[in-house]
């Protein structure tokens, strides 16, 4: 697709209900990217997604919290048990290069997000 | 103390002003910055990098200070278009690229 797509654009859950959230990154884009951004806040890291392999998961607050993509394109943020607290913007990013840290200049193209509000 | 710190703001500045803000990171080995932009309820998006000469794009500048571990980025003649959150993002040595974001600076432009 022309961009990062996430769906559902809103969800609303009642305290204890489970959540799924994907993310359908640009076609061959290697690298994914999960955040989360509270009221106010940055986006503050959750997970990372190099094609199948999740390199990085420490970013993720509990173990209520669990992301997968098995075919290495899109991705879902599972959310299990919700809390209040989980109340947010779930962002998705991805990157065509891989994420090599060093001098690594490449854009990143995020979608539009998740916005999720737990009652 | 957060790796990446902004002052939240609001700056409120008319049309025609030049405005600045600074970004202060903890990590020293930090090698890749940026500004990103986000208007309200959408998503981030790449405003410009930072590269240690300095770097211009029209009427935005960029400074990134290694010594005193810290990065600006200069408006000038703003515009209200401009009105958004300004997010420094950082990527620390050795995390795989994670962007790591400080909290933005709101900018409002008035007339």
């Known amino acids: 697709g022309a961009g990062v797509s996430q769906s559902p654009r809103y969800k609303v859950a009642k305290r204890g209900q489970d959540v799924a959230l994907r993310c359908d990154p640009i076609s061959g884009h290697v690298s994914l990217f999960w955040y989360q951004q509270a009221l106010g806040q940055g986006p503050e890291f959750l997970t990372y997604?190099?094609?199948?392999?999740?390199?990085?998961k420490s970013g993720l607050p509990s173990d209520r919290f669990f992301a997968e993509r098995p075919e290495g394109s899109v991705s879902t943020l599972k959310i299990q048990r919700t809390q209040q607290e989980d109340s947010a913007v779930y962002l998705c990013?991805?990157?065509?290069?891989?994420?090599?840290?060093?001098?690594?200049?490449?854009?990143?193209?995020f979608g539009s997000g998740t916005r999720l509000t737990v009652v | 103390r957060k790796e990446v710190e902004q002052d939240p703001g609001p700056f409120n500045v008319p049309e025609g002003a030049t405005v600045a803000f600074n970004c202060t990171y903890s990590?020293?080995?930090?090698?890749?910055f940026f500004w990103y932009r986000q208007d309200c309820r959408k998503e981030p998006k790449l405003l410009m990098s930072v590269y240690s000469s300095g770097n211009e794009d029209g009427r935005f500048t960029a400074q990134l200070n290694r010594a005193s571990q810290y990065i600006s980025l200069l408006i000038r003649d703003s515009k209200l278009s401009d009105s958004a959150t300004y997010l420094c993002?950082?990527?620390?040595?050795?995390?795989?690229?994670?962007?790591?974001f400080g909290t933005g600076t709101r900018l409002q432009v008035t007339l």
């Open positions: 990013a991805s990157s065509l290069e891989q994420a090599l840290g060093q001098g690594y200049k490449g854009g990143y193209t």
């Open positions: 990590n020293s080995a930090s090698q890749s």
């Open positions: 993002v950082v990527i620390p040595t050795g995390t795989a690229s994670k962007l790591t």
């Open positions: 997604f190099q094609n199948e392999a999740q390199l990085d």
